[in-house]
C-alpha cells in the first residue's frame, strides 16, 4: 500500500470526506472570493471584518448603494448553509446572494464565518453564531463598542432580523429560542427567515422514507452524526428536531414576524411545514407567521441557480419580508 494515501474515517458523499488523521476534504464548496467595494451587478459594497479574535469568528458585512445616516436601515444577520460542515460566508454562492438580497431589501447583512465540523464539532458553530449576534447587537448601545461603522452609522436596531438556509436556516432557529430566553444585550430581533431548515427526526413524517435503515444511510442523518457526535438524543436532539416531545416550546422563539420557506422537491420540505404549524400550535405571540412553498425546485436552488426566475422571485419574497 502506498504510504502516502490517507486512510479514510468516513464519508457522507457528495459532501465531505473525513481522515483518520484529522484532514477533511470538503467536495462541493464554492470557491472563497473576496469583498468588492461595489459589486458592479447590484452597487452592493462588502468588506470582511473580525468579529472575535478568541475564539475566531469573522463575518462578511453588505451595504447597498446610497444608503445614508438618515433615514437608518434594518440590519440582517445571516448564517450559511453547508450541513455545519462545508460553505462558507467568503463564497462566490452565498456572496452572490448577499449581494442581491441586500440590494432588494435595502439592508445592511453581516454573514457570520463560524467554525466547522468536524474539526469543531457543534455546538460550538451555535456558540459562534450567538457570540457573532451578540457582538452586532452591541453597536447599538450609546457609547458601546462602535468597532464597524457600517453598523453603528447605518443601522435602525428596532429592525434587525435573523436569517439563513439549510443548517443556517437551523443554527437561526436555535439563536431565536436562545434570545427568547436570554434577551440580547437589550435589543429585540424584529423578525427571522428560515429557508429550506435543516430539521430531521428518527421517526418519519409525510413523504419521507419509512425504512430505519435506509434513513439512516441518508445525508441528513450521516450529516449529524458526523457532525454533532455527543448530542443527546442523537438524530431525536431538539436542536434537530425542535418538534420532539420533551424540547424546549416554540412558543419561546425570540422576535415577532417569521418567515419559513419550503421547496416542494427537497427531502426536507415536509420538516419545515411541520415545524411552521407547531409554531403555529404554540402559542407563540408573534405578529406575522407565513409559510412559502415553491412548486418544482430543491434544496437551496435560490442559492445554486441564483440564475433563474425562480431564485430571483424568492429572493424578492425574502426581502419584502424585512421591513
Known amino acids: 500500500m502506498d504510504s502516502n494515501v490517507k486512510e479514510l474515517a468516513t464519508e457522507v458523499l457528495p459532501y465531505i470526506r473525513v481522515y483518520k488523521d484529522g484532514s477533511v476534504d470538503r467536495l462541493v464548496d464554492s470557491p472563497i472570493v473576496p469583498p468588492c467595494n461595489e459589486d458592479p451587478e447590484t452597487g452592493v459594497s462588502s468588506k470582511d471584518i473580525v468579529v472575535s479574535k478568541s475564539p475566531p469568528i469573522s463575518a462578511r458585512i453588505y451595504l447597498p448603494k446610497h444608503v445614508e445616516q438618515s433615514p437608518k436601515v434594518p440590519l440582517l444577520v445571516y448564517f450559511h448553509g453547508g450541513g455545519f460542515c462545508f460553505e ?7 456572496t452572490k446572494y448577499m449581494n442581491r438580497l441586500a440590494k ?3 439592508v445592511v447583512v453581516v454573514s457570520i464565518e463560524y467554525r466547522l465540523a468536524p474539526e469543531h464539532p457543534l455546538p460550538i458553530g451555535y456558540e459562534d453564531c450567538w457570540s457573532g449576534l451578540q457582538w452586532v ?10 468597532d464597524e461603522p457600517w453598523l453603528s452609522t447605518y443601522v435602525d436596531f ?30 429585540k430581533i424584529k423578525g427571522a427567515f428560515l429557508t429550506h431548515p435543516y430539521f430531521w427526526g428518527s421517526k418519519p413524517i409525510g413523504s419521507e422514507i419509512k425504512n430505519n435503515k435506509e434513513r439512516e444511510k441518508l445525508a441528513t442523518c450521516m450529516i449529524w452524526h458526523l457532525v454533532y457526535p455527543e ?6 436532539n431538539p436542536m434537530l428536531n425542535p418538534v420532539v416531545e420533551g424540547g424546549p416550546s416554540l412558543a419561546g422563539l425570540g422576535c415577532s414576524r417569521l418567515l419559513i420557506s ?3 422537491e427537497d427531502l426536507l420540505r415536509d420538516r419545515g ?18 409559510l412559502v ?12 441557480a441564483h440564475e433563474s426566475e425562480t431564485a430571483m422571485k424568492l429572493i424578492q419574497k425574502l426581502a419584502s419580508f424585512i421591513v
Open 88 to 94: 462558507s460566508a467568503f463564497s462566490f454562492v452565498e
Open 104 to 106: 432588494q431589501a435595502n
Open 137 to 146: 447587537a452591541s453597536h447599538s448601545i450609546d457609547g458601546g463598542l462602535k
Open 158 to 187: 428596532d429592525r434587525l432580523y435573523v436569517g439563513g438556509d439549510s443548517a443556517g436556516a437551523n443554527l437561526a432557529h436555535v439563536i431565536l429560542l436562545r434570545a427568547g430566553s436570554e434577551g440580547l444585550n437589550g435589543v
Open 231 to 236: 448530542a443527546p438524543g442523537g438524530i431525536d
Open 262 to 264: 419550503v421547496a416542494k
Open 273 to 290: 411545514v411541520s415545524y411552521y404549524h407547531a409554531v403555529k400550535k404554540s402559542g407563540w405571540k408573534g405578529e406575522l407567521m407565513e
Open 293 to 304: 412553498d415553491v412548486e418544482g425546485e430543491g434544496h437551496a436552488f435560490h442559492i445554486l
